[in-house]
Structures are given as structure tokens and as C-alpha cells.
């Protein structure tokens, strides 16, 4: 099973709300990847999570705040969004984050930040 | 100026027809690639990797070919079907100072088939 879920599918919210997405996997994935995709461009890496544990952070507003509850699940916690961080947001999960390693995506949330 | 709305390139095929697509990578140590397919309203989906260790790799209709000289890397797809229709991505793996690791991304092409 290389599956990738990811919750809700779509998802509205104003610029003064406090939303989350969630992702889950179960093939014992150690590394979990949150990503930002704009229309007609690659994906965007956000942050990263190995072991549990954040190994990356591009950088990324705090208005995105990631958590890591267990290896297998991976929350976004959003809040104050302005209209340009609508996106889609994928959730990816490898092996460990290092060499030759696979990402597999989920399908992601489509947010809209009106 | 600034570049803004920079277009997909897009490859238009017959259906049947081989697809070649084409990606320039930018680390000349960068040892892993994979192409994903991404359909739309979907997450990219893993299509076939190659290490830098190998010039061809083979899959069930797709080949994937690494020119480390020029660091260029193609993806064919032998006999396109309409449900090859998304858009490629390519990517390397790349390390970080603080030995993470993370992918870099390919543009994307849109491949689109006729029938």
C-alpha cells in the first residue's frame, strides 16, 4: 500500500479563521513533507519531518504552523492566511530522508483564503 | 523586467506516437532523479527514477535516460495513451548543509494527447 491521505479535499476559509489539514499514512514512513503548489508550477517545499522530529523549515510564515502527533500522521495548523497562500497543499512521506528514497504524494488539500 | 505568468511548455502527440520529455537539472553531484506524472486535480505520482550511477533505466513503456556531460535527463513513453495526459515533473535529490535532504523540481511539461 503506497497510500497518501490527505483531509479535507477542499477547503474555503477567511483571513481571520484557524483551520487545519491532515495527512496520515500507514507504510511506516519515518519522513513526512508538507507542500505549497501554485497552478502550473512544481511543488514548493515547506517543511520537513523526520523521525518525529522538524528537520526543515523553508522559511515558511508563521501563519503555517506543522505538527507531527505520531510517525504516521502530519497536521498544518493554519491561521491568519492572506488570499495569496491559496494553493494546493500536498503531503509526501518517504522512508527516512535519505538516499534513493521515493516520495510518495498524497492528493492534496485545495485551499481557498477568501 | 520581471518574468511573470511563465507559460508550461507543452508537448502535443498523437495518440500511439513515442513522447520524449526533456529536463535540465542543475547539481552536477546530485546522484538520484525521478519523474513523477501529475494529473490534474491530483498529487504527482512516482513514474521511474535512475541513479547517476546508470544511463538507462526501463520501465513498462517508459525509459528514462541521464546525460551527466550536459546534466540532462529525458523520460520517453513509448505508444502514448490518452491517459498519459498530465504534467512531468523531474527532480534531483539534493543535500543540505545540515545533511537533510530535500528534492528540487523541474518546471514541468504538460504532455497532452490527441486522439
Known amino acids: 500500500d503506497t497510500e497518501v491521505t490527505q483531509t479535507p479535499k477542499h477547503l474555503v476559509m477567511g483571513m481571520t479563521n484557524k483551520k487545519s489539514l491532515k495527512c496520515e499514512q500507514h507504510?511506516?514512513?519515518?519522513?513526512m513533507y508538507w507542500y505549497k503548489q501554485k497552478a502550473k508550477k512544481p511543488p514548493e517545499l515547506m517543511f520537513v519531518y523526520s523521525y518525529e522530529k522538524l528537520s526543515i523549515n523553508e522559511s515558511v510564515p508563521s501563519r503555517f504552523s506543522p505538527e507531527c502527533p505520531n510517525s504516521s500522521l502530519l497536521n498544518l495548523h493554519l491561521h491568519a492566511l492572506q488570499p495569496e497562500d491559496s494553493a494546493l497543499y500536498l503531503c509526501?512521506?518517504?522512508?527516512?530522508?535519505?538516499?534513493?528514497?521515493?516520495?510518495?504524494f498524497g492528493p492534496g488539500t485545495r485551499l481557498l483564503v477568501l | 523586467g520581471e518574468n511573470v505568468g511563465l507559460h508550461l511548455p507543452t508537448l502535443s502527440v498523437q495518440e500511439g506516437d513515442n513522447s520524449i520529455i526533456n529536463c535540465a537539472y542543475s547539481n552536477s553531484a546530485s546522484d538520484y532523479f525521478i519523474w513523477y506524472k501529475q494529473e490534474s486535480g491530483k498529487g504527482p505520482q512516482f513514474i521511474i527514477d535512475?541513479?547517476?550511477n546508470m544511463d538507462k533505466r526501463q520501465g513498462q513503456r517508459v525509459t528514462v535516460l541521464l546525460n551527466k556531460t550536459v546534466k540532462h535527463l529525458s523520460l520517453q513513453i513509448a505508444a502514448t495513451q490518452p491517459g498519459d495526459s498530465a504534467v512531468y515533473f523531474c527532480?534531483?535529490?539534493?543535500?543540505?548543509?545540515?545533511?537533510?535532504?530535500?528534492?528540487?523540481w523541474g518546471l514541468g511539461t504538460s504532455l497532452a494527447v490527441n486522439p
Open positions: 535512475i541513479r547517476s
Open positions: 507504510m511506516g514512513h519515518r519522513a
Open positions: 527532480a534531483e535529490w539534493q543535500v543540505n548543509a545540515g545533511n537533510n535532504r530535500k528534492l528540487i
Open positions: 509526501a512521506s518517504s522512508q527516512e530522508n535519505r538516499d534513493f528514497e521515493t516520495q510518495y
